[in-house]
Structure formats: structure tokens, C-alpha cells
């Protein structure tokens, strides 16, 4: 089982003059959920080398045992310094490809060329996509064989505007992962704010928030017979 794992490189957080990035849970919990399962993974980014940590996910609110095992894990923190460029990787090479959020993939992800032709591409050879928290919003430009937005018709979940509310980046962040779905004709549904929840519509699998890292991760390997 070969897993894609793709990355953000975005760190600033609009013009706040904060530091944004990649969520550390919606990274270490998937990993290890694929690694315990015996996955082969590979970490891509679009400008490659060691993507940027939101560094609000390592605070100590946030952090969780799989945050903690990651840390201390030379061998996956080697692997984080030294990410692949989204552009050299191809959909053959994989089983799966699963996208951690954060808030950097709405700045970056959400409109890399070579993050949609891979979404597209990974669809096209029936293949599975996992997205979790923000990284929903990465499918807002990602198109079926026919032209039209893939998550139209189809049930998927994301962050909530609710959520973003809380954590008061409603009028900070490039568009909202809720609207932007809803927009699109997605049949998007959620649960209670900060709780796991996961949808599945075929090839498609998309998780709420952080907490739904270890679940979407779980669906993935479940859907892929591991």
C-alpha cells in the first residue's frame, strides 16, 4: 500500500503577519494510522523541502500522542524536512492520495495546478482522495471528466464556518471551506463543531476538522482493503 501524503508550503496567514502552514495532528495522526498499517508513504509539497508547521498546532492545547510520537520520531521528521515537489510526483506511483489541512492549503493547494490535475488524475484511474479539515477546499477548482466542479452532487464535509469563527479567521482566510463546498453544489453536511466526522461518497473522502484526522485516515484504509 503506497500512500500519497500532500502538503502545504504557505506560511503567512494573509496579511495578519502571523505564521500559518499545515496542521500537525491532521499530519502525524493520518501517518501513523498508515504506517501502523503497513503503508509505504510519501510526503509532497509544491516547493518541497520542510513545509511550514502552523505553529498554533504545536501548542500544548493542541497536541496530542500522535503529535508527540511524531516529534519524537527521527525517521518522520526526516522524512517532513525532505518533502517531494507536488510536480514530480504522479498518480501511478500510488494507492491513495490524503491532504492534511491547516489554513495554508487555502492560499497555495486550493490553486495549484498540479494539485488539481493530480486530484483529477487519481479520480480518473479509480483511485481514492482523502481530504480533512481546510483541505476540502483544495477541491475548489478540481473538475469531473465532463467540466463541471467534482463535488457537485456529492456528499462531502469540511471545516464549518462555525469553526472558523471560533478561531476568528472568518475574515482572514481567502474563502470559507463550508460556502465554498455549498457553492460548488456539494451536498455538504457536518456535526457538532470539534467533533469527528467523516463522509464517504465513493472515490471521496472528507473530514470535518483535526479530530477527524484519525477517522478519515481509518475510512481510507478500510476503503482500500488493508
Not at 505564521?19 to 509539497?45: C, H, M, N, R, V
Not at 489541512?101 to 482522495?129: Q, Y
Not at 470535518?208 to 488493508?226: D, Y
Amino acid at each position: 500500500m503506497k500512500i500519497l501524503m500532500v502538503l502545504t508550503s504557505h506560511d503567512k496567514l494573509g496579511d495578519t503577519g502571523r505564521q500559518t502552514g499545515f496542521w500537525l495532528e491532521e499530519l502525524a495522526a493520518p501517518y501513523y494510522a498508515f504506517k501502523d498499517a503497513g503503508a509505504e508513504i510519501t510526503l509532497a509539497s509544491p516547493k518541497g523541502g520542510n513545509p511550514p508547521l502552523d505553529p498554533k498546532s504545536n501548542e500544548p492545547d493542541f497536541q496530542t500522542e500522535q503529535t508527540h510520537r511524531f516529534e519524537a520520531d527521527a525517521e518522520a521528521t526526516a522524512h517532513l524536512a525532505s518533502t517531494v515537489r507536488l510536480d514530480s510526483v504522479s498518480q501511478a506511483d500510488y494507492d491513495a492520495v490524503f491532504y492534511p489541512g491547516g489554513h495554508g492549503p487555502l492560499w497555495d493547494l486550493a490553486e495549484d495546478k498540479n494539485s488539481i490535475a493530480l486530484i483529477e488524475a487519481f479520480l480518473a484511474a479509480n483511485k481514492h482522495v482523502a481530504l480533512v479539515c481546510h483541505a476540502p477546499g483544495v477541491l475548489r477548482h478540481v473538475k469531473t471528466p465532463e467540466g463541471k466542479p467534482l463535488v457537485e452532487g456529492r456528499k462531502v464535509t469540511g471545516f464549518t464556518n462555525s469553526e472558523e469563527d471560533a478561531v476568528g479567521l472568518t475574515q482572514i482566510v481567502p474563502f470559507l471551506v463550508e460556502d465554498d463546498l455549498i457553492a460548488k453544489g456539494g451536498i455538504y453536511s457536518k456535526g457538532a463543531d470539534w467533533s469527528s466526522y467523516v463522509v464517504t461518497d465513493g472515490l471521496l473522502i472528507t473530514g470535518q476538522n483535526p479530530t477527524s484526522s484519525t477517522e478519515a485516515a481509518e475510512e481510507l484504509i478500510k476503503q482500500l482493503g488493508a
